[in-house]
Nanobody
Framework: VQLQASGGGLVQPGGSLRLSCAVS?????????IGWFRQAPGKEREGVLC????????YYADSVKGRFTISRDNAKNTVYLQMNSLKPEDTAVYYC??????????????????WGQGTLVTVSS
């Protein structure tokens, strides 16, 4: 599955940003599970938010609960991450994935070798 994340940039603390993830080569509707991940400078990659359209389950990193939401538009073959109340610690390169595994497996174990370029989000005043 080819995915290209975009929409990153510089935003002030407390601000909002919406990331997009364009899926190509396949039909997003065929993949029930979608997820966003991030890697901050000097830190390991972490699963931020994953969601399943088959059973409605979600997985949130504790640090983003209540602030981030994930959505999908199958007609546009696109996955979104709405980020509100951004904090400096949200600064990272963000990546997206689409799959057919459980959200826990997707977000906790991140069983992927290739991540692509991602999109950089910088939260700073």
């Amino acid at each position: 599955v080819q995915l290209q994340a975009s929409g990153g940039g510089l935003v002030q603390p407390g601000g909002s940003l919406r990331l997009s993830c364009a899926v190509s080569g396949v039909t997003l509707a065929d993949y029930s599970d979608i997820g966003w991940f991030r890697q901050a400078p000097g830190k390991e990659r972490e699963g931020v938010l994953c969601a399943s359209s088959s059973d409605g389950s979600t997985y949130y990193a504790d640090s983003v609960k209540g602030r981030f939401t994930i959505s999908r538009d199958n007609a546009k073959n696109t996955v979104y991450l709405q980020m509100n109340s951004l904090k400096p610690e949200d600064t990272a390169v963000y990546y997206c994935k689409a799959d057919q595994i459980t959200v826990a497996t997707m977000c906790r174990f991140m069983p992927y070798d290739y991540w692509g370029q991602g999109t950089l989000v910088t939260v700073s005043s």
